[in-house]
């Protein structure tokens, strides 16, 4: 019958290792999800900014969260910045109101 310490210490180091797997796939998956979804967003801020949907401040606002968010590699500010920029979309035009 193997040692118990042996036997708890190699269940810890399983559940480490899975533990950190997982973090590893979340990071990457992020990476993946902000390579594609910020210059989405930022092109969509400067054709809505072109068109007058938005006033200076408003994009400069957004832009400096956008940018916030990338840095930091920050999904869920992410997220954020889509839906405050497709509420002032909709509040600004009613035909806007399709989703980005």
């Not at 006033?55 to 590699?73: M, N, P, Q, T, W």
Request: proline share 4%.
């Amino acid at each position: 019958m193997p040692h118990p310490i042996i036997v708890i210490a190699s269940f810890l180091t399983t559940i480490k290792t899975t533990w950190e797997l997982s973090r590893m796939v979340r990071q990457r998956r992020a990476a993946q999800i902000l390579k594609t979804e910020v210059p989405r967003i930022y092109r969509a801020l400067r054709q809505a900014h072109g068109k007058g949907l938005l006033v200076g401040r408003e994009f400069d606002y957004l832009l400096e969260r956008l940018i916030c968010a990338e840095a930091s590699k920050d999904i869920i500010a992410l997220r954020k910045i889509q839906s405050d920029f497709e509420a002032l979309l909709a509040r600004s035009s009613p035909q806007t109101r399709r989703r980005m």
